[in-house]
């Protein structure tokens, strides 16, 4: 738009042998380079604003989710009891709960133990991971994020992580290697110790999840029981997760978790999962450290290469701007239309810079994926409107000192070397 103007401007200011001669607008190179700039400062701001989204959702999604953000998450339960030993009367301690203690909508025993898997004889990987162990296929604790057709929490098999099928190269239907605790000896009940051998056996997979902790396995009591060589009057739990009711019959929490400790044997820890999360978070703060420095230094990165290409881009252009105003163009219309251009930069620079800074997201968390967590990537719709507008406000805000510079300046002064 100044371009055309300033060439019709030039026509109209030849006199004798006197010939004013603008240069275009913005060269194709500094237009480029601008473009570039712009390109890269949004891919910055994209990719260390989604860091914090993806990190945020996975662990919403991880644990009990989060309304506001529309986050749903695995975990079913309000309280999670943690006993002392592995007890071996778990229905007992489940109705106690749920018929003595009140405001409790449902109690549901599981195990929590370690595992090692491997695809042997295919190959000799090993992997350690959780094994959580539910008391039947249809639980209510715990929602599973299932990341294959077909999959299935079931007597027959177990079900694995995404992350254990891709290492082991297998998947629903392959049979695996599990090094299982076979029960040789009781000798004590109360609490309950044992004396095993780890022997490995062949089982199904019989599905996949797709969840936050990266090495993770899944099956069912009854599972635990043929593989183990357990009792069949043993009914073993370690953990036990609480669903409290909500509405009528509701009662405060923390009286709840009172009356838990006071009334049932053996309890370890009564934890809710907003304290889970704080306790992960502390195992986590130098990642998330690492992500918010990321974040502040990629923001201050992004501001100043903005800023710095405005600031070059308005300074090469001030002897054409002076020229305008030597030829009457008015600052207010130079201004509208140094902004506009600006502006319209920023639309068209921002557009790649996203798809550039999906990139980064992916390239970022392929390195920092660990075993133990797995990662969804998760970018929320705010974000890609915050870098937008964030983009274009800087882009705003960079040209005021610039430009209000050059329409200072002295017309002489600015003009004096285009006069031939």
Not at 19 to 46: K, Q, R, Y
Not at 78 to 100: C, G, P, T, Y
Not at 384 to 401: A, D, H, N, P
Request: charged share 20%.
């Amino acid at each position: 738009m100044l371009a055309k103007s300033s060439r019709r401007s030039m026509e109209l200011s030849q006199t004798g042998e006197l010939f004013i001669e603008t240069s275009p607008v913005a060269s194709s190179a500094a237009g480029a380079i601008m473009l570039n700039s712009l390109n890269i400062a949004a891919g910055i701001v994209i990719a260390t604003l989604g860091m914090v989204d993806t990190m945020l959702y996975s662990l919403y999604r991880g644990y009990g989710g989060n309304e506001a953000l529309g986050v749903e998450g695995t975990e079913q339960w309000d309280l999670r009891v943690q006993f002392d030993d592995m007890i071996l009367n778990a229905s007992a301690v489940k109705h106690q709960m749920e018929q003595v203690i009140g405001g409790i909508e449902w109690a549901e025993p599981t195990v929590l133990d370690g595992a090692i898997l491997s695809s042997y004889p295919e190959s000799h990987v090993e992997i350690q991971c959780s094994f959580g162990i539910f008391t039947s296929s249809d639980q209510q604790a715990h929602q599973f994020i299932w990341g294959a057709p077909g999959s299935e929490l079931s007597n027959e098999g177990i079900v694995i992580s995404v992350v254990v099928a891709q290492e082991l190269n297998v998947g629903i239907g392959d049979n695996i290697s599990i090094k299982n605790p076979k029960i040789t000896e009781v000798t004590s009940l109360d609490p309950f110790r044992a004396k095993f051998d780890l022997v490995w056996e062949s089982v199904r997979v019989t599905g996949l999840v797709d969840e936050m902790t990266g090495h993770i396995a899944y099956g069912t009591i009854d599972y635990m029981k043929q593989r183990t060589k357990m009792a069949d009057w043993m009914d073993p739990s370690n953990i036990m997760y609480v669903k409290l009711i909500r509405g009528e019959g509701e009662r405060d929490l923390e009286e709840v978790r009172s009356d838990i400790y006071n009334n049932v044997a053996k309890v370890r820890s009564v934890d809710t999962i907003p304290e889970i999360m704080g306790d992960f978070l502390g195992l986590m703060e130098i990642m998330f450290l690492i992500v918010y420095i990321i974040v502040i230094f990629g923001a201050i990165l992004g501001a100043a290469m903005i800023f710095n290409t405005v600031l070059v881009n308005l300074i090469e252009r001030g002897r054409e701007i002076a020229t305008l105003r030597t030829v009457g163009t008015s600052r207010t219309w130079i201004i509208w239309g140094v902004t506009l251009e600006n502006l319209g930069s920023g639309l068209i620079g921002v557009i790649p810079g996203l798809i550039l800074g999906i990139f980064l997201i992916l390239l970022m968390f392929s390195i920092m994926e660990l075993d133990f967590i797995r990662f969804a990537i998760q970018i929320t719709p705010n974000t890609f409107l915050l870098t937008g507008v964030t983009i274009l406000l800087t882009v705003f805000l960079s040209e005021i000192i610039p430009l209000r510079r050059i329409i200072r300046e002295n017309l002489a002064e600015a003009t004096k070397e285009r006069i031939q």
